[in-house]
Each structure stands twice: as C-alpha cells, then as structure tokens.
C-alpha cells in the first residue's frame, strides 16, 4: 500500500478550496447576467430577427444571435423548433443552436480566468466560425435529400 500524505492532501485542499472562492463571484455573476438575458429576450424577438433571406445572411446571424443568447440546450431547441414552425431558414435555426451552446458572450470573464484570455479568443472564434459553416453544411445535405 502507498503511503499517503496527510499534508499534501491538506495543502491541495486549501489551494482547491482557494480557487473556488476566487471564482465564486464571477460565477454567480455569470448565472445572474444567464437568468436575466433569458427572462429580457422573448421569442418573438427571435421571430424578428431571422427574416427570409439568403444563406450566408440567416448562419451568421443565427450564429450572432445564439452567442449572445446563452442558455441551457433543452431551451434552445425549443425555441429551435418554434423557429422551424415559423418559417425560419433551417441554416439560421442550425447556426443558433450550435452557437446557443458552444459561444459564451457572457461567461469569457468566467472562461478566461479558468483557462486564460487567449484559449478563450480562440475558443469562442472558432466555435463562431464552424456555427456558421454547420448552419450552411446543415442546409446544403438537407436540400440534397
């Protein structure tokens, strides 16, 4: 059996304990901003937004729109499919939903504090980025079948 430190366990749970704490108030901030962005922006809003217009158009707004409204996955395919029922471009609805659940506007304080400012940059600029190539991809194999 291997000889267990008492005091090096100590000591990471002190250093664990401490960066919990340290991140507690951005955090709570974080679910706050969550909370009161979704009880602000309603579905009609969403049913303003993506008019009919060309492809490239729809995905980079959906993808805009998605990034900035975050919220929980189950909600954004509701609100997906509220969208698809109202005649929204399947490439918008597509690049919201991946954009909902991969871009975090308002979690980079959070993210970039855990992580570091620059794999945040790059994170969220790529998951940008493919949110509105999936929406297109999405539309192009969907009007093939």
Same mark, same amino acid.
């Given at each position: ?19 919990? @704490? +340290? #991140?507690?108030?951005?955090? *709570?901030?974080? %679910?706050?901003?969550?909370? &009161? $962005? /979704?009880?602000? =922006? ?25 990034? @900035? +409204? #975050?919220?929980?996955?189950? *909600?954004?395919? %509701?609100?997906?499919?509220? &969208? $698809? /029922?109202?005649? =929204? ?57």
């Amino acid at each position: 059996m291997q000889y267990i430190d008492k005091n090096k366990i100590n000591i990471s749970l002190k250093k664990a304990l401490k960066t919990i @704490i +340290s #991140i507690l108030p951005i955090f *709570l901030g974080t %679910i706050l901003l969550i909370s &009161l $962005l /979704n009880s602000i =922006i309603s579905k009609e809003f969403y049913l303003e937004i993506f008019q009919k217009g060309n492809l490239i158009t729809n995905s980079f707004l959906g993808s805009i729109i998605g990034g @900035i +409204s #975050i919220g929980t996955p189950v *909600l954004s395919y %509701i609100i997906g499919g509220e &969208l $698809l /029922n109202n005649g =929204i471009h399947i490439s918008a609805i597509t690049a919201f939903l991946v954009s909902w659940v991969t871009i975090g506007v308002i979690q980079i304080p959070l993210e970039a504090s855990i992580f570091g400012k620059r794999f945040t940059i790059y994170r969220n600029l790529f998951a940008f980025l493919f949110s509105i190539l999936i929406g297109i991809l999405i539309y192009l194999i969907l009007s093939i079948l």
